[in-house]
């Protein structure tokens, strides 16, 4: 079973187009983090949201909370080439982040230029 | 400024050899987490240890594998009696105190013949 579901799993879009990405579950988690990974490598932190109806603000990239702390999402607006690969958001439960994280499948960005 | 270490990067083994997986945390990191990749999975939690303990298992098999972080040295993930399924990325994350976020390593490409 999965506990955070992501979707779209692909998204293949042209340069210049916005996007979304979804993170749900139906589960209460402490804190929800998005890694984004490239081939071959490892996931890279992009941002750590705690607080029930958070946004941050990365460049291009709008990461939001859940009020109720059970989902959240990624908005790239004008995306660029440089933005494609692997989007994971993976949540921590408890007190605090020392325990094991829950990953979402992922999903594949392509943007063309 | 190095970040997490594993080695090797990529592992062949036949059948039923021993695999051994190396990862050197942050510097002064003493958390270590291990998560397997399958193809177009998230990550899959297995085991989170901290310097000579092992706190979490539960995500691994209770056969073949087992996982150590002993005082000096590397972590260790080691597999034995290899089967064709557990090809994988196995990737591990370390951690320097609560609230933090884990950081990733580049991962192990274990492939099975």
């Known amino acids: 079973t999965q506990l955070l579901e992501q979707s779209p799993q692909f998204l293949s879009i042209q340069e210049g187009e916005n996007l979304t990405v979804y993170c749900n579950s139906s589960?209460?988690?402490?804190?929800l983090q998005w890694y984004r990974q490239e081939p071959g490598e490892g996931p890279v932190l992009l941002v750590t949201v705690v607080t029930g109806g958070e946004v941050k603000k990365l460049k291009r990239l709008t990461f939001q909370f859940g009020d109720a702390r059970k989902d959240s999402s990624l908005h790239i607006t004008a995306a660029q080439p440089g933005d494609t690969g692997l989007y994971l958001c993976a949540g921590a439960m408890g007190s605090s982040t020392l325990g094991r994280l829950y990953f979402g499948r992922g999903t594949q960005l392509t943007v063309w230029p | 400024n190095a970040g997490v270490m594993q080695n090797p990067r990529h592992l062949v083994r036949r059948r039923g050899q021993e695999a051994r997986l190396r990862c050197s945390p942050m510097?002064?990191?003493?958390?270590v987490y291990w998560y397997r990749q399958l193809p177009e999975e998230g990550l899959k939690f297995m085991v989170y240890?901290?310097?000579?303990?092992?706190?979490?298992e539960s995500g691994m098999p209770k056969e073949r594998f087992s996982a150590e972080f002993p005082k000096e040295g590397p972590s260790i993930l080691r597999i034995q009696q290899v089967v064709r399924g557990d090809s994988a990325a196995y990737f591990c994350a370390s951690l320097g105190q609560a609230n933090q976020p884990q950081h990733f390593g580049d991962g192990t490409r274990l492939s099975i013949l």
């Open positions: 510097k002064g990191h003493s958390h």
């Open positions: 589960s209460v988690f402490s804190s």
């Open positions: 240890l901290q310097k000579e303990n092992i706190i979490d």
